[in-house]
């Protein structure tokens, strides 16, 4: 019951997202409001997401983490961990990325 997973599917009419993982994501934070889950006794939390996108061969795990301290601040933090599954995609992504420095 505390893992949901999603996949967003292109719309076959336009060919874009069609953002349910967004909505999704929007939805658990506000049920996480609703819900009070955040209140004056809460002193982190992490949120840890694994995302992966099938056209680019692209793997990425994103992590948010909110440490509060006892006065009440709010230290945000994110670790952000990508890598790339397919050689092929692996070499034209260095190859864009040297014509783009080359550019600038």
Not at 31 to 49: C, E, N, P, V
């Amino acid at each position: 019951e505390h893992i949901h997973q999603f996949c967003d599917p292109n719309d076959p009419q336009t060919e874009r997202t069609t953002s349910v993982v967004r909505i999704a994501f929007e939805e658990f934070f506000n049920d996480l409001k609703r819900g009070h889950f955040i209140d004056h006794q809460t002193r982190a939390l992490t949120l840890t997401m694994p995302l992966r996108s099938n056209y680019l061969g692209v793997r990425s795990r994103v992590s948010l983490m909110l440490e509060i301290t006892s006065t009440g601040a709010a230290l945000p933090s994110y670790d952000i961990e990508t890598r790339v599954e397919d050689d092929e995609k692996l070499r034209e992504t260095r190859l864009w990325v040297t014509v783009a420095l080359g550019i600038c």
